[in-house]
């Protein structure tokens, strides 16, 4: 890229780093509502405040990822960079949130086990107990 560039690359670097903002923020949300709206006492509130610690920090990354690479893109706009998209950054945020989903429903699945019977009529069965 010789020269100056347009003004819509400028856009263009702002809009996807909001748009990653915006995810982390849905995120670090889902956090915060595990964490807070878990019931008061038992395993399902250890559960839920340890799946929401988890999601709080994989949202931070997300957004120190996205801040990087703004900057980065940003430089190389201004310098006339070439390549522009990041290889690995996505990829490997998507594994820490898949890594993360996969270990929240394992603890859940810890807690209440495999059999299907228990997972809707918990509630039912401590009530007439």
């Known amino acids: 890229m010789s020269g100056k560039a347009e003004p819509k690359v400028y856009f263009a670097n702002e809009r996807t ?3 990653w903002l915006h995810t982390a ?13 878990s019931p008061n006492s038992g ?4 559960t839920s405040i340890i799946a929401g610690a988890i999601m709080i920090p994989v949202a931070i990354l997300f957004m120190a990822m996205s801040l990087w690479t703004f900057v980065k ?28 989903l996969v270990l929240q429903y394992g603890l859940w699945f810890a807690e209440n086990g495999s ?3 228990n997972w809707y009529n918990k509630e039912a069965q401590v009530s007439a107990q």
């Open 17 to 19: 780093f909001l748009n």
């Open 25 to 37: 923020v849905l995120i670090s949300s889902t956090g915060l509502a595990l964490m807070n709206l």
């Open 43 to 46: 395993a399902s509130s250890r």
């Open 73 to 100: 893109r940003d430089r190389m706009i201004k310098n006339g960079g070439e390549e522009f998209q990041s290889k690995m950054g996505p990829i490997l945020i998507t594994v820490l949130l898949l890594g993360a």
């Open 115 to 117: 059999d299907v019977s």
